[in-house]
């Protein structure tokens, strides 16, 4: 099986070409190949594959209202977290993937063109821009509105260096996050993130928890900036997350209580994106996230 490795500011995949369907995945495979020591090491495990060639893809684009001959993506991002267990999106694995596409001659994409991508949680929108690749997250939501109305949180989250527990604010990007906010880098910096964070309650589904200090100062030139660390379901602590670099800057909006700053600068362990927030009539907001991809080598599995 031909592969590439590649990463999106530091977070790293294995994907692997399989147009017509016919690869069969399963999470001891995955397990192995993304083993750091015993394998070829990665985040996470992105097949392309075919969405009319795929049985789950098929599903998707029905519950999208469309079938395999409408105007839909050609190609479904099947991604698995490092422990093999299917994932419902990444948003740096997104940008990864259509890098992916294009050096295999799988999709064109010009600066300022789209490409349709299909993935559990839905079809997303990449765009082509100067810094890489800018892709169309979907809304933002609260996981429990009531609570997050109500205090600003919803759960409380206990982590390896940190004496008490410290709220959390629980988002949804198409996939779970909760949110917690540090006072300063020092604070954040002495995380050990080697084991899950606790999490009370726990989101239905599990949750990616991420770990967020306000920039000195918070807005400049009426952009705000947030450093973040984050572990995520299934892998544990990565260099970035982009589902979760946008749940952090929704989240820390939400605290300031300044909605009206719309584009965020987030600073993870490898390196920066950049999430933009656009309203809508209905009074929810589409999160864009962008930022660059890297390819990084190919090879073969024995």
Not at 163 to 179: E, F, K, Q
Not at 203 to 229: K, Q, S
Request: glycine share 12%; proline share 6%; charged share 20%.
């Amino acid at each position: 099986m031909q592969f590439t490795k590649a990463h999106a500011t530091g977070n790293d995949f294995v994907l692997v070409s399989d147009p017509a369907g016919v690869q069969d995945l399963d999470a001891t495979f995955v397990t192995a190949v993304c083993d750091r020591h015993l394998g070829v090491g990665a985040d996470g495990f992105i097949r392309a594959v075919a969405a009319h060639a795929d049985h789950e893809a098929r599903r998707l684009l029905s519950a999208a209202g469309l079938g395999s001959d409408d105007a839909a993506p050609v190609w479904f991002m099947d991604y698995r977290n490092a422990d093999g267990s299917a994932a419902e999106m990444c948003g740096n694995g997104v940008r990864a993937f259509v890098h992916f596409l294009i050096a295999e001659g799988l999709a064109e994409l010009s600066e300022g063109d789209e490409l349709p991508v299909l993935t559990r949680a839905g079809i997303k929108t990449v765009q082509k821009v100067p810094e890489g690749y800018a892709v169309g997250m979907g809304i933002w939501s609260f996981i429990d509105p009531e609570l997050a109305a109500e205090r600003g949180s919803d759960s409380l989250v206990k982590v390896a260096g940190l004496a008490d527990p410290r709220p959390g604010l629980s988002i949804s990007m198409g996939n779970p996050h909760t949110v917690v906010a540090l006072p300063d880098g020092r604070t954040l910096q002495r995380l050990d993130l080697h084991t899950a964070p606790t999490v009370e309650p726990t989101p239905p589904h599990g949750t990616n928890v991420e770990f967020v200090v306000p920039g000195d100062p918070l807005v400049t030139e009426g952009a705000g900036r947030v450093r973040m660390r984050v572990h995520e379901r299934g892998v544990g602590e990565t260099l970035s997350c982009g589902t979760g670099a946008c749940a952090a800057a929704a989240a820390t909006r939400v605290w300031v209580a300044d909605d009206g700053v719309d584009t965020w600068s987030v600073e993870v362990p490898g390196g920066v994106v950049t999430v933009t927030f656009t309203p809508r009539a209905d009074g929810a907001e589409d999160v864009t996230l962008s930022g660059p991809a890297v390819l990084v080598y190919t090879g073969t599995l024995i």
